[in-house]
């Protein structure tokens, strides 16, 4: 990812990769090329920006707002919270309004086809195909197992999902939006046909793909570990929600613009990535040539997995790897920005994740208020040892 970037900057053609980002013409499994370069540029520019990022605050805020909000009516009614349900309807929340200015509020018919296309979706980038490993023989077995037919139902239905969002956004008696999201920027840049390449509703489609699957679960399940971890060690969960409270003693709610000035919130931030990146393998790479790594011959087109998740846990790298300990990173400038090889959440390199910034925002701001507006502890007959940080 450093001396060897430029060899491993591309990805590996696989069924299911390519069926659903659109043959390859978005920015996480596109291969290297000019296309890929411009689309990347494209997004770091005018979608993921420390502009564009702070642009969507008002956003991020009342979703947090809201979501605190629910928490203390159950808590009221000495209701059990089901954090991981709340987080999940708060990313996908922030996720799709800033996507293309929808947000599912109610349960119901809509809410639950799109979480549910969401994740069958996120599944089939999972799958095993066998005609990725067995090209001659494999594509037989995917169509007799039904995986090839389930691919193509779950392309047809995310493909119409697209296209309902863009229909929307190109009516001319659309009601103006107070905030502009994505779509529309797309379309603007579109329309200006600033790109050395025809940017077609396709590639609109497959970035609105990386987008909603890679943004909608990994911040909800980075502060989900983060409160198991906490949860699991309540002298940690007191220094941190002491540094809260006394740092911001008469606020009912933590801005983000308090977020820089909480240091050991941070380190808690930075161990829960390093124990638990939200993706533990990063998007496979390929390597383009020939080369020597370690004593091995890497021949072209050789599929390469990073293990974030081991990487975060290297001995070499880290005193007691397995425990939680966010006073590590107390003084300590390692960061998660892909500069430092020990700790690569986000990945590093030409194909580090360019979302990091929109995702750490969530992340950061709805922990940050759960922990500094309420006091939490297991259900009862739960014991803080039948939670399982390992897995």
Known sequence: LKTQDHNFCTRPSLVGQQRLSYNRIDVVFAPYNDCFRELRKL?????????????????RREEVSKMIEKIYSLSSASNVVNLSELLVALTSSITCRVAFGKRYEKEGVGRSKFHDLLN?????????????????????????SGLSSRLE???????????????????????????????????????QRCFSFDLTLDHIKSLLMNIIVAGTDTSAAMVVWAMAELIKDPGIMKKVQEELRSTFKNKIFIEETDLPKLEYFKAVVKETLRLHPAAPLLVPHEAVQKCTMQGYDILPGTLVFINAWAIGRDPVSWRDPELFMPERFLGNSINFTGQDFELIPFGAGRRMCPGMLMGMASLELALANLLHTFDWKLPVGVNKEDIDCDV
């Open 153 to 191: 139902r779950i392309f047809k239905e995310m493909d119409d999902f697209y296209d309902e969002i863009l229909r929307n956004h190109l009516d001319p008696n659309r009601p103006k939006s107070e905030h502009e999201d994505f779509v529309d920027v797309l379309l603007q840049l579109k329309k």
């Open 43 to 59: 997004c770091v520019v005018h979608l993921f920006s420390s502009k564009k990022v702070q642009y969507f605050h008002p956003i």
């Open 120 to 144: 069958e979706t996120q599944a089939m980038f999972a799958e095993f195909f066998f005609s990725d490993y067995f090209p001659y023989v494999g594509s037989w077995v995917d169509k007799l």
